[in-house]
C-alpha cells in the first residue's frame, strides 16, 4: 500500500514538474516556432504550427554577420569565465579555510554589489572606459563581465570548498605541499564538479548579459545581446525575423545547457543535502 | 634594383597605403524598414567614395536613444552619424553636441526639403540634421466598412464623426472594432497621440509660464472622449497596444479606423503583409473645429556628433542618405512606393510617385498642417507637436502616459489621471526651474 501511494505521488510530482518545466520553456518554444514563420504568418495570431519557411534565418543573416556577433559572445564568455575562476578560486579558498572575523561580511558587502542597479553607475564606467581606450574592445568587455559576476563565482565556489574536509588539506601540507600546489593540486580536483557548474553558469551569465554588452560596445566587440537588439522595431512587424534572430543567438547557450546537464544539476545541487 | 631602392620604394608604399587607408564611419540607426534599406544600397556611396567605410550599429529606438545620449554627453566619440528625432535636434544643437551641417554640397538643395520638417532642424539659420524620413498622423480607414456602416469618410473629418463612424463600424461579434488608437504607455507612444489630439481640443501641456495644464476643461475633454471611445468602440486590452500592435490588428481587418502614423499608410496597402491592402481609404487627422488637428509631425534624421574626427567624411555621407539622387536610387532598386517620404517637396511633385503611393498628398497634407511652433489653439511656451521639446520630456511624458494608459484600462478615473498629472508635472517643472 505504502509502495502504491508512493508510486501515485510519484508521478504526481512527475507531472506537475513537467507542466512546469513546459511552463518556463513555452516563450523559448514559441520563439523558435515563429522563427520558421513568415512575418504574417507571425502576426496572424496564436499558432503552433509553422509553414516552415526559412526565409527570416536567410533575411536575418543577409542583414547582420552572425558569426562576428557569434564569436565575440564565445570570447567574452570563455575569457570572462577563465579569468573569473583564475581570482575565484584562490578567494574562496582563503575564505573557506583561513576564515577571518570579517569573512562573512566581506561575502555579504561582495553580494551586494550585485544588488545595485547598474544604470547608476552607467557614466562613471563609460568615463574609465573612454579614458582607457576600452569603448568597444574585446578585453574591456571581458574585465567588465568578470567583474560582474565574481562576486556569483567566489559565493558558489565558498560554497563548494566548505565541503571539502579541511584536514586533507593539512594532510598535503604535512607532506610539503606549497599554498599553490595545495589549490591547484589537491583542492582543485576534488572540487571539480563544484567549478564545472560555476564555469558553465559564469558562461550563460556571460553569454546573456545584455546590459554592458549593448552600452559598451558599437561594431567590434559587439557579442549576441546586441545582434538580437538590432532587430527590435518600434515601426514596423519584423517578428519572425526578431524570432530568427533570438533563436540563433540562444541556440549555442541551448545546446551546451542541454548537453551539460548533468553536471549543471549535480554541481548546482552539491552540499545541498546532508 | 639595388637595396637601398628597394627599401626606399617599401618605406614610401607604406607609407602612402596608411594614408590611402579608408576611413571608417560608425552609423547609429535604428531598425525601421526604409534604414534598413538604405544599408544594402550604400554601394552608390562607397564606390563614389573608396576611402570611406560604413559600419552599422542597429538598435531599438529607446536603446539607441540612451546609447547615443551616453556617448555624446560623455564624448565618448563612438559614433560619427546619428540617427536621431525631432524631438533631440533642438535639444542637443542648443547643447552643442551637434555639428552645423554646411557643406551638404551644391546638388544638395536644401530649400527642396518640406518647409515643416526642415524649420524643426533649424537652429539659428543653421541646419542640425538631414531629415531621412519624415512622417505626420492621419486616420486609416477600411472603405467596405464605413461605406456597410452608411457613412462617407470625409477628407477632414471631425471627432465627432470619427466618434460616430467607429461605434456604427463596430461589431465586436465579427471582431470588428470600430477604431484601433495607441494606449501603451510612453511619451513616444500613447503620448505622442494623446499630445498631438490635445490641440485639436484647444489643449496644451503649458501655458506661456510652463505652468501645467491639465487642471483645464480641454484636457479633461480629450481624455473623456478618448476613454469613452475606446471602450465602446475600441479593441480588448487597447492599454497594451502601440503602433505594432495596432497595425497587426488593421492589417487582419480588425479595425474599421486606426490614426496614426503616415508611414503605416505602405505597410496597410501592401499586399505582401496586409489581408485588407485593396479597401485602405484615408483623411486628415480629425478636428473639433478649433482651427487645429490632432495631426503630428516627425522625423528620422541624420546627424553629426561634435565629438567625431571624421566630420567631413560623415557629412559627405549624410548628404548621400538624404539627397533626391538616393531616392532615385531606392526608385530605381525598390520601385517609388518605397522611396523614404516626408522630407522633399520635389518627390510630391513626381507623377510616378503620385502614382505608386496613393497616400502620398495625404501624407503631405498632413505634414503640411502640422505647426510645430503654433502646436495648440492658445499660445505655448515650447516646440513641438506630439512632444515639448525640453529634456525633462521623456521623463514626463511617459509618467503621465503611465496614468493616462491606467485610465484606459480602467485602473483608475479620468478626473484621478488628470489629477495626478497636474501634481507631478507641476512638481517636477518645479524642481526644473521652469517655474518659479
Not at chain 1, 558562461?203 to 546586441?226: D, G, K, Q, S, V
Not at chain 2, 576611402?51 to 545620449?69: A, F, P, S, Y
Not at chain 2, 491639465?214 to 473623456?224: G, H, I, R
Not at chain 2, 478636428?287 to 487645429?292: A, E, P, Q, R, Y
Amino acid at each position: 500500500m505504502a509502495r502504491a501511494v508512493s508510486t501515485r505521488k510519484t508521478v504526481v510530482v512527475t507531472i506537475f514538474a513537467w507542466i512546469v518545466a513546459l511552463i518556463i520553456f513555452f516563450p523559448i518554444l514559441y520563439t523558435i516556432i515563429t522563427s520558421f514563420k513568415s512575418e504574417t504568418e507571425a502576426i496572424q495570431g496564436f499558432s503552433l504550427i509553422p509553414s516552415g519557411t526559412v526565409e527570416s534565418y536567410g533575411a536575418v543573416q543577409a542583414q547582420s554577420n552572425y558569426f562576428k556577433f557569434f564569436l565575440n559572445s564565445v570570447v567574452l564568455s570563455l575569457g570572462s569565465t577563465f579569468l573569473a575562476l583564475l581570482i575565484s578560486v584562490p578567494a574562496a579558498w582563503s575564505m573557506a579555510f583561513s576564515p577571518t572575523a570579517k569573512t562573512k561580511d566581506i561575502l555579504m558587502w561582495m553580494l551586494s554589489t550585485k544588488m545595485m542597479p547598474a544604470v547608476a553607475v552607467l557614466v562613471p564606467i563609460y568615463l574609465i572606459f573612454r579614458d582607457f581606450g576600452l569603448l568597444d574592445s574585446r578585453i574591456g568587455l571581458t574585465v567588465m563581465l568578470t567583474m560582474i559576476n565574481l562576486p556569483i563565482v567566489i559565493w558558489m565556489l565558498y560554497t563548494y570548498f566548505r565541503e571539502i574536509p579541511g584536514e586533507i588539506l593539512e594532510a598535503a601540507r604535512m607532506d610539503g605541499a606549497s599554498l599553490w600546489g595545495e589549490i591547484f593540486y589537491v583542492l582543485t580536483p576534488m572540487a571539480v564538479p563544484g567549478i564545472a557548474s560555476t564555469m558553465l553558469l559564469n558562461i550563460i551569465l556571460a553569454w546573456n548579459e545584455a546590459f554592458w554588452t549593448i552600452r559598451l560596445t558599437t561594431t567590434n566587440a559587439a557579442p549576441l545581446t546586441a545582434f538580437i537588439a538590432s532587430f527590435s522595431s518600434p515601426q514596423g512587424l519584423f517578428w519572425a525575423k526578431l524570432s530568427a534572430a533570438s533563436t540563433l543567438a540562444i541556440a549555442p547557450i541551448l545546446i551546451m545547457g542541454w548537453f551539460s546537464q548533468k553536471q549543471l544539476v549535480r554541481g548546482l545541487t552539491f552540499g545541498a543535502v546532508k | 634594383m639595388n637595396l637601398k631602392t628597394f627599401l626606399l620604394g617599401t618605406c614610401s608604399a607604406v607609407v602612402i597605403a596608411g594614408f590611402a587607408q579608408a576611413e571608417t564611419l560608425t552609423i547609429a540607426t535604428v531598425n525601421n524598414g526604409d534604414m534598413v534599406r538604405m544599408q544594402t544600397l550604400t554601394d552608390d556611396f562607397t564606390k563614389a567614395n573608396p576611402d570611406i567605410q560604413l559600419e552599422w550599429v542597429t538598435l531599438e529606438e529607446n536603446v539607441l536613444r540612451e546609447r547615443v545620449t551616453t556617448d555624446i554627453a560623455t564624448k565618448g566619440g563612438q559614433y560619427d552619424v546619428l540617427t536621431i528625432g525631432t524631438y533631440e535636434v533642438p535639444i542637443w544643437a542648443k547643447q552643442g553636441w551637434l555639428l552645423p551641417l554646411e557643406k551638404l554640397g551644391a546638388d544638395y538643395d536644401v530649400d527642396d526639403l518640406l518647409p515643416a520638417i526642415r524649420s524643426g532642424l533649424t537652429m539659428d539659420d543653421k541646419l542640425y540634421a538631414a531629415p531621412f524620413y519624415g512622417e505626420s498622423s492621419m486616420v486609416m480607414y477600411r472603405k467596405d466598412l464605413i461605406e456597410k456602416a452608411g457613412l462617407t469618410m470625409p477628407d477632414a473629418p471631425t471627432w465627432e464623426f470619427i466618434g460616430e463612424a467607429a461605434r456604427k463600424m463596430t461589431d465586436r461579434a465579427a471582431g470588428i472594432n470600430g477604431i484601433c488608437l495607441r494606449g501603451k504607455a510612453g511619451w513616444g507612444e500613447n503620448m505622442a497621440f494623446l499630445t498631438a489630439t490635445s490641440n485639436a481640443f484647444g489643449a496644451r501641456w503649458f501655458d506661456e509660464n510652463w505652468k501645467p495644464q491639465f487642471d483645464q476643461p480641454e484636457w479633461k475633454a480629450t481624455l473623456d472622449m478618448y476613454v469613452k471611445l475606446m471602450n465602446d468602440a475600441g479593441p480588448q486590452g487597447a492599454s497594451s497596444n502601440g503602433f505594432n500592435e495596432n497595425l497587426a490588428l488593421f492589417q487582419q481587418g480588425k479595425c474599421g479606423m486606426w490614426i496614426d502614423a503616415t508611414v503605416a499608410a505602405s505597410f496597410v496597402t501592401n499586399p505582401k503583409d496586409s489581408t485588407v491592402a485593396d479597401k485602405v481609404g484615408f483623411a486628415l487627422a480629425p478636428d473639433t473645429g478649433l482651427g487645429k488637428r490632432g495631426n503630428w509631425l516627425w522625423a528620422w534624421n541624420l546627424a553629426i556628433p561634435a565629438g567625431t574626427q571624421k566630420a567631413d567624411a560623415a557629412e559627405k555621407f549624410v548628404s548621400w542618405a538624404t539627397s533626391k539622387h538616393y531616392l532615385d536610387i531606392v526608385a530605381a532598386k525598390e520601385g517609388w512606393a518605397n522611396v523614404p517620404p516626408g522630407t522633399r517637396t520635389s518627390l510630391y511633385e513626381n507623377a510616378e510617385y503620385q502614382k505608386a503611393a496613393p497616400f502620398a498628398k495625404m501624407t503631405l497634407d498632413s505634414i503640411n498642417a502640422a505647426d510645430p511652433k503654433n502646436p495648440s489653439v492658445k499660445p505655448v511656451p515650447y516646440v513641438g507637436v506630439q512632444f515639448v521639446a525640453i529634456p525633462e520630456f521623456q521623463g514626463l511624458g511617459t509618467t503621465v502616459g503611465q496614468l493616462f494608459s491606467a485610465a484606459l484600462a480602467g485602473q483608475m478615473t479620468v478626473d484621478d489621471a488628470l489629477a495626478q498629472a497636474q501634481q507631478v508635472t507641476t512638481r517636477e517643472m518645479t524642481r526644473g526651474g521652469y517655474i518659479k
